[in-house]
């Protein structure tokens, strides 16, 4: 069965800082990997996704994540912080042959200003 | 275009109740996920809807819960019997099918049950 371990419950910045976010995933083989953002009292919105190729993925709102297979990793970063980033953020591993996501406890990030 | 939406958006019932939670998916998706939030928690995997095919329950904590879809259209999750630990945020999402496409899900806003 697949997992997601998030380490970091709550992480705070100071805005302009650089982020990095933890997520570390077990799974069989190369699993499909993702980063949701959930902002207070609103759905979750996909920040970025890996299916394979290039193991640096870019997505929205200037977020990248690299996949790294030998530390079972997919981090997520940033290189300078908003305000507007605060929020929880969710990572979240699919298998191939399969259909549900497994998410991660998540992280919930505060901006200092 | 339009995207997932779910009603109600907030849902206070008492114990020992049922209560039916509506999710209409982005047109054309035929894949059809709930997920259940408890607070400060990742989400759980409850159910899956593919097109025709028998849905996927693994996910279904008690008999308690059932879901129903028509079609490649709405679905309705029903929990009966309310329990206070069945409160929190359940989450739709839906998708494409085939190939990545059915992995990359989109949510909607969630439905917040509290049972008191």
């Known amino acids: 069965a697949q997992s997601v371990t998030q380490p970091d419950i709550h992480i705070t910045v100071s805005e302009g800082a650089s982020l990095e976010l933890r997520c570390n995933y077990s799974?069989?083989?190369?699993?499909?990997l993702f980063w949701y953002v959930q902002s207070p009292g609103q759905g979750l919105q996909l920040l970025l996704k890996?299916?394979?190729?290039?193991?640096l993925v870019q997505g929205i709102k200037g977020f990248e994540a690299e996949f790294k297979r030998s530390q079972s990793s997919f981090n997520l970063r940033k290189p300078s912080v908003h305000w507007s980033d605060a929020a929880e953020y969710f990572c979240?591993?699919?298998?191939?042959?399969?259909?549900?996501?497994?998410f991660g406890g998540g992280t919930r990030l505060m901006v200092k200003p | 275009g339009a995207g997932v939406s779910q009603s109600p958006s907030n849902k206070v019932t008492e114990k020992g109740k049922d209560v039916e939670l509506r999710c209409d998916p982005i047109s054309g998706h035929t894949a059809l996920y709930w997920y259940r939030q408890r607070l400060g928690q990742g989400l759980e995997f409850l159910i899956y809807?593919?097109?025709?095919?028998?849905?996927?329950k693994s996910g279904l904590p008690s008999d308690r819960f059932s879901a129903e879809r028509t079609g490649e259209s709405v679905s309705t999750l029903t929990i009966q019997r309310t329990q206070q630990e069945d409160s929190a945020v359940y989450l739709c999402a839906s998708s494409l099918q085939g190939g990545t496409r059915l992995v990359e899900q989109y949510f909607g806003p969630g439905t917040r049950l509290t049972v008191t």
């Open positions: 979240a591993v699919g298998a191939r042959a399969g259909n549900m996501l497994t």
């Open positions: 799974y069989g083989a190369t699993p499909y």
């Open positions: 809807f593919q097109g025709n095919s028998a849905p996927d």
């Open positions: 890996y299916f394979s190729g290039d193991t």
